[in-house]
């Protein structure tokens, strides 16, 4: 059975203290890997497409990386507003469900100043 | 590009009755997905359609929801009828797809739903 699971559920840190969230996926053949944010009371916010091993993308102070079993969000010197819930989700090979995608419980960020 | 749009916003209603809602994809995106999002459960995809035919609908809980895409700018699930374990938030999201790519999804804003 096609499984995501992130790691840790909830991790508080200080401003500027960087740290990893992770996602681990157990997937008949992967497609794509995705990063989204989720801030209180609003919907899924789009943050990276991973598709390949070794991949890597940026945006200001987050850095998303793949290998074949997992994915990492770092965070660098994170700022309060860098709170919110990110989730990660995996899109599965196969032509019944090409579009569909399967999430993770999600990591809960808080950002203390 | 206004985004995905979805109404209402917020719905409270009675156990037994039906709810309905809707949902606008953005413009040119040609894939369309509704979610529910519990505590429990996190985030389900209830059902998807691609170029306004339901590709997958493994994921509606049962007979009581029903979802239809009439044209490729609105979509609408209903719920028929109504049970208190309904209440949660329900995302709708499009997306572009082609043959051999996927491209990310993007929500909207979901309806908080509570039936009583």
């Known amino acids: 059975e096609d499984q995501v699971t992130q790691s840790p559920e909830a991790l508080r840190l200080q401003e500027g203290e960087s740290s990893s969230l992770n996602c681990s996926y157990t997937v008949s053949g992967l497609r794509g890997l995705f990063w989204y944010r989720q801030d209180p009371g609003k919907g899924p916010e789009f943050l990276f497409t991973l598709y390949s091993a070794g991949e890597e993308k940026e945006k200001e102070r987050l850095k998303a990386t793949l290998t074949k079993k997992e994915s990492f969000l770092h965070i660098t010197a994170p700022k309060p507003e860098d709170s919110a819930t990110y989730l990660c989700?995996?899109?599965?090979?196969?032509?019944?469900?090409?579009?569909?995608?399967?999430f993770g419980q999600g990591t809960t960020l808080q950002v203390k100043p | 590009d206004a985004g995905v749009i979805q109404s209402p916003r917020h719905e409270v209603t009675e156990m037994g009755q039906e709810v309905t809602l809707r949902c606008k994809p953005i413009s040119g995106h040609n894939s369309l997905f509704w979610y529910r999002q519990t505590m429990m459960r996190g985030l389900e995809l209830l059902i998807y359609f691609n170029n306004n035919v339901p590709i997958d609908d493994s994921g509606m809980p049962e007979d009581r929801f029903s979802a239809k895409m009439p044209n490729a700018s609105f979509s609408t699930l209903k719920i028929q009828p109504s049970e208190p374990r309904d209440s949660a938030v329900y995302f709708c999201?499009?997306?572009?797809?082609?043959?051999?790519?996927?491209?990310?999804?993007?929500f909207g804003p979901g309806t908080r739903l509570t039936v009583t």
């Open positions: 989700a995996v899109q599965v090979e196969g032509s019944s469900n090409t579009g569909k995608l399967i």
């Open positions: 999201a499009s997306s572009r797809t082609l043959t051999s790519r996927n491209y990310e999804q993007y």
